[in-house]
T-cell receptor
Framework: GAGVSQSPSNKVTEKGKDVELRCDPI?????LYWYRQRLGQGLEFLIY????????KSGLPSDRFSAERTGESVSTLTIQRTQQEDSAVYLC????????????FGQGTRLTVV | GQQVMQIPQYQHVQEGEDFTTYCNSS?????IQWYKQRPGGHPVFLIQ?????EVKKQKRLTFQFGEAKKNSSLHITATQTTDVGTYFC??????????????FGQGTILTVHP
């Protein structure tokens, strides 16, 4: 595709339910990043992939969060047993060659836990 | 771990005034990138600095990378209402587990009063 695509764009879920967020990076981009942005706040690093490997998972807030990437393409971020504090915009970005090149962001998934 | 601090958090200026935001890293960076996020939008890449002491200009925007590659600044001359948004710096670590990871500062929210 022409840019980074994230789905769904909006997700409302009940507390305790699991959610899956999807990211389709730009074709050929080897690096993929997930960030969380609460309202009016900065970008909180969650995880990044180089190819299908995740060298740094240190940003995942708890063991309820997990992410995977397959085929050096699509990535999914899964949040189990959602809590209200998980409500935020989840942004995905991809770059051609890791952090040495510019990152292109998707429009984000706005997650609301009620 | 790698931390990137950015100040100020907020800046309100009158149209025509100058604006500067500063970024400091706890570790030496291999490069630093700057992004702009318009209200309701996603971060968009502005520029990347790689060399120690590097200075780059884009029209009214001037970007600097410190000699020690641990700090950076963005200066906007004669702000316009179109400059409104949040400006983020993002650093890439020089080695170890930080290599390849793009860590964002908290951002500076700029408002411009006409």
């Amino acid at each position: 595709g022409a840019g980074v695509s994230q789905s769904p764009s909006n997700k409302v879920t009940e507390k305790g339910k699991d959610v899956e967020l999807r990211c389709d990076p730009i074709s050929g981009h080897t690096a993929l990043y997930w960030y969380r942005q609460r309202l009016g706040q900065g970008l909180e690093f969650l995880i990044y992939f180089q190819g299908n490997s995740a060298p740094d998972k240190s940003g995942l807030p708890s063991d309820r969060f997990s992410a995977e990437r397959t085929g050096e393409s699509v990535s999914t971020l899964t949040i189990q047993r959602t809590q209200q504090e998980d409500s935020a915009v989840y942004l995905c970005a991809s770059s051609l060659v890791g952090s040495a090149t510019e990152a292109f962001f998707g429009q984000g998934t706005r997650l609301t836990v009620v | 771990g790698q931390q990137v601090m950015q100040i100020p958090q907020y800046q309100h200026v009158q149209e025509g005034e100058d604006f500067t935001t500063y970024c400091n890293s706890s570790t030496t960076l291999s490069n630093i990138q700057w992004y702009k996020q318009r209200p309701g939008g996603h971060p968009v890449f502005l520029i990347q600095l790689v060399k120690s002491g590097e200075v780059k200009k884009q029209k009214r925007l001037t970007f600097q990378f410190g000699e020690a590659k641990k700090n950076s600044s963005l200066h906007i001359t004669a702000t316009q209402t179109t400059d409104v948004g949040t400006y983020f710096c993002a650093g890439s670590g020089a080695g170890g587990t930080s290599y390849g990871k793009l860590t964002f500062g908290q951002g500076t929210i700029l408002t411009v009063h006409p």
